[in-house]
């Protein structure tokens, strides 16, 4: 990711309807009933990691120094500079929880980083894991973003099942986008063919941006009982027999 974003979204992931509806969709799919060791890869600015605290205790990798000041500012303690599948800082620990929030597709070697989340979750933990959806939605945004791909639903859950994981839950996501997304990415890209485009996280109207969490937050209560069948991203909830 462009160095720059990580200050916009240090200043956005408090209010701003994605990142508050991701951290809800953490706490759904978080196992209940016992102090939880979690790490979070490819904390960011950790804003994740200052809500999970209540939850057990709480690690955080990524591969920005940028990111990792941030974190601190939030007083975190446990953040170390990775670039993920490297995990050096992180020894011999193992896991209950691992979350991955649109991670995989920035690293090149996919295959290598499900076998180090296989390797750092301890028996029976958890993986809860986000991928942006549909290769044919590849655009100036994933570049901008460092993006390497985007996944089909079958692909993302066959890099899972051979790294040894079990799938509990699978779904696409924010699938009441898609009618805005696919037209105005298309239009972006054309429009910033040959620029630097600018990000797609902007400050929205707080009517529209609290419409689009109560959207959200809806379509999280559906995960409950449904697969939706069409999104922008896809979760996949595994654990490790």
Same mark, same amino acid.
């Given at each position: 990711m462009q160095s720059h974003f990580y200050r916009q979204i240090y200043h956005l992931e408090e209010y701003y309807w994605w990142y508050r509806s991701r951290r809800n969709l953490v706490k759904q799919f /978080?196992? *209940?009933?016992k102090q939880l060791k979690i790490l979070d890869?490819?904390?960011g600015t950790g804003k994740l990691m200052e809500v999970l605290q209540d939850y057990g205790e709480i690690y955080g990798i990524d591969a920005s120094q940028q990111a990792i000041n941030f974190c601190r500012q939030r007083h975190l303690e446990h953040v170390y500079r990775n670039k993920f599948p490297d995990s050096k800082h992180l020894g011999s620990k193992r896991f209950n929880v691992i979350i991955c929030l649109d991670v995989i597709e920035h690293i090149f070697n996919d295959t290598k980083a499900m076998a180090t989340i296989n390797q750092l979750l301890s028996s029976g933990?958890? @993986?809860i894991l986000t991928v942006p959806a549909y290769s044919w939605l590849f655009s100036y945004w994933d570049q901008a973003s460092g993006h390497y791909r985007r996944? *089909? /639903?079958a692909q993302i859950t066959q890099l899972i099942e051979a790294c040894g994981l079990k799938l509990v839950k699978t779904s696409y996501l924010y699938s009441f986008l898609m009618p805005i997304?696919?037209?105005f990415r298309l239009i972006k890209h054309h429009l910033f063919l040959n620029q630097v485009p600018p990000s797609d996280l902007v400050k929205l109207p707080w009517l529209i941006n609290? /419409? @689009?969490f109560g959207l959200a937050t809806l379509e999280q209560l559906l995960l409950s009982y449904i697969h939706l069948p069409f999104g922008l991203s896809i979760v996949c909830i595994a654990e490790k027999p």
């Open positions: /978080l196992p *209940s009933g890869i490819g904390c933990g958890r @993986l996944f *089909s /639903l997304a696919i037209p609290k /419409l @689009l």
